[in-house]
């Protein structure tokens, strides 16, 4: 089974602060991708990679950065935490081609800044 | 990418098959349709996708009309565990847009004991 994982389940940060969210995968997926999940906006993409140290802007880049040195991690990074940003944060998976929109996603991480 | 339309909600007994629509009239000829669900508090699953063609997976059964506008998942024996949000997405398959997923409103399925 393909799994992704991710770093933390419930993360409480501080306004201001530098925060580290990571997405590991076991299946050799090429694309990786991180979204965040709010009630009534639905689905909304942050950025993509879909190499190694490859990354695409998404909807809503602002605020975030990525890093993908490995091809199983991505890590998303919030260089100074807004309370604007508190939310629910999925990273998912695919392969390229037509398994595009065959994504695993991980189980969220819930954050919140105060 | 075509706009899906679908029950906001549906109810069906433990152990009984529940039959999911969704509505997809403007879906052009290279674009599939794919479900995914998201149970309370857990990122979404991948559950089955097809193009034209019946489709069957150790999760559920896809059921695509002739003139594709329209498709219905099926979920067999269903288990109080299958009570979730079920979405139903319209994608060319390996197109651009970076593999964006859009989730709609979805159809709540809740399975009663």
């Known amino acids: 089974d393909v799994k992704v994982t991710q770093s933390s389940r419930y993360l409480v940060k501080r306004t201001g602060e530098k925060v580290f969210l990571e997405c590991v995968q076991d299946?050799?997926?090429?694309?990786m991708f991180w979204y965040r999940q709010d009630p009534g906006l639905g689905l909304r993409l942050i950025y993509f990679?879909?190499?190694?140290?490859?990354?695409e802007k998404g909807d809503i880049p602002e605020g975030y950065s990525v890093s993908r040195e490995k091809k199983e991690r991505f890590s998303l990074i919030l260089e100074s935490a807004s309370t604007s940003q508190t939310s629910m944060y999925l990273c998912?998976?695919?392969?390229?081609?037509?398994?595009?929109?065959?994504?695993?996603f991980g189980p969220g991480t819930r954050l919140t800044v105060t | 990418d075509a706009k899906t339309t679908q029950p906001p909600s549906m109810d069906c007994a433990e152990g009984r098959a529940a039959n999911l629509p969704c509505n997809h009239s403007?879906?052009?000829?290279?674009?599939?349709v794919y479900w995914y669900r998201q149970i309370h508090s857990q990122g979404p699953q991948y559950i089955i996708h097809?193009?034209?063609n019946n489709e069957t997976n150790e999760m559920a059964s896809l059921i695509i009309t002739e003139d594709r506008k329209s498709s219905t998942l099926i979920l067999p024996h269903a288990t109080l565990r299958d009570t979730a949000v079920y979405y139903c997405?319209?994608?060319?398959?390996?197109?651009?847009?970076?593999?964006?997923?859009?989730f709609g409103q979805g159809t709540i399925l809740t399975v009663h004991p």
């Open positions: 998912a998976s695919s392969f390229r081609g037509p398994k595009l929109y065959e994504q695993y």
């Open positions: 299946m050799d997926h090429e694309n």
């Open positions: 990679s879909y190499d190694v140290k490859m990354k």
């Open positions: 403007t879906i052009s000829g290279n674009e599939y």
């Open positions: 097809g193009l034209k």
């Open positions: 997405i319209v994608r060319e398959a390996g197109g651009t847009s970076y593999g964006k997923l859009t």
